[in-house]
T-cell receptor, first 110, second 115 residues
Framework: DQQVKQNSPSLSVQEGRISILNCDYT??????FLWYKKYPAEGPTFLIS?????DKNEDGRFTVFLNKSAKHLSLHIVPSQPGDSAVYFC?????????FGKGTLLTVNP | KAGVTQTPRYLIKTRGQQVTLSCSPI?????VSWYQQTPGQGLQFLFE???????NKGNFPGRFSGRQFSNSRSEMNVSTLELGDSALYLC??????????????FGDGTRLSIL
């Protein structure tokens, strides 16, 4: 039972444009949600989080949107930069445990 | 500020052996979590410790165990290794207080290969 799903294995965008990464979840008990990015041979790096009682959180170029009725969250990166190329994971958190999606490979082309 | 440190970075074992992995959290962090990453299953939660107590555990067999010391450092142990235990094992730390809803910060992992 995959509680967190990232349905797009990959996404390619042009430098300077917006990147939108999507995530769906089934577990209504998640208290908060997080996005991580991962480069090869490194651990995931925390990007941004959002409480389940909020619908938007912004940090610099990164904005996360949460739609609880649709059980959907998205990460917007504006403007996208070549250094943003990485695998992005969304995760739901509850009871000291994170449940991860399988990731989306973002490629930002110069 | 030093990040999460995991040792060793790489490990090769044979079936039936046992292994111990180590994790030093970010200074001041009292919660340590462990995850297994494989190509097929992605990142899966193993267990979480806070103040030397396990607060949550994932769906892994009893061969996987962990502990946390009074200085918040943590170890995980896998006994009777199987080929399917080959994976990247990631440790993450967070402040851990309250309801635990804080970001977890990851180390670079230990790559375990079973021959």
């Amino acid at each position: 039972d995959q509680q967190v799903k990232q349905n797009s294995p990959s996404l390619s965008v042009q430098e300077g444009r917006i990147s939108i990464l999507n995530c769906d979840y089934t577990n209504s008990m998640f208290d908060y949600f997080l996005w991580y990015k991962k480069y090869p041979a490194e651990g995931p790096t925390f990007l941004i989080s959002i409480s389940s009682i909020k619908d938007k959180n912004e940090d610099g170029r990164f904005t996360v949107f949460l739609n609880k009725s649709a059980k959907h969250l998205s990460l917007h990166i504006v403007p996208s930069q070549p250094g943003d190329s990485a695998v992005y994971f969304c995760a739901g958190g509850s009871n000291y445990k994170l449940t991860f999606g399988k990731g989306t490979l973002l490629t930002v082309n110069p | 500020k030093a990040g999460v440190t995991q040792t060793p970075r790489y490990l090769i074992k044979t079936r039936g052996q046992q292994v111990t992995l180590s994790c030093s959290p970010i200074s001041g962090h009292r919660s340590v979590s462990w995850y297994q990453q494989t190509p097929g299953q992605g990142l899966q939660f193993l267990f979480e410790y806070f103040s030397e107590t396990q607060r949550n555990k994932g769906n892994f067999p009893g061969r996987f165990s962990g502990r946390q010391f009074s200085n918040s450092r943590s170890e995980m142990n896998v006994s009777t290794l199987e080929l399917g235990d080959s994976a990247l094992y990631l440790c993450a730390s967070s402040l851990g207080g309250g309801n635990g809803n804080q970001p977890q910060h990851f180390g670079d992992g230990t790559r375990l290969s079973i021959l």
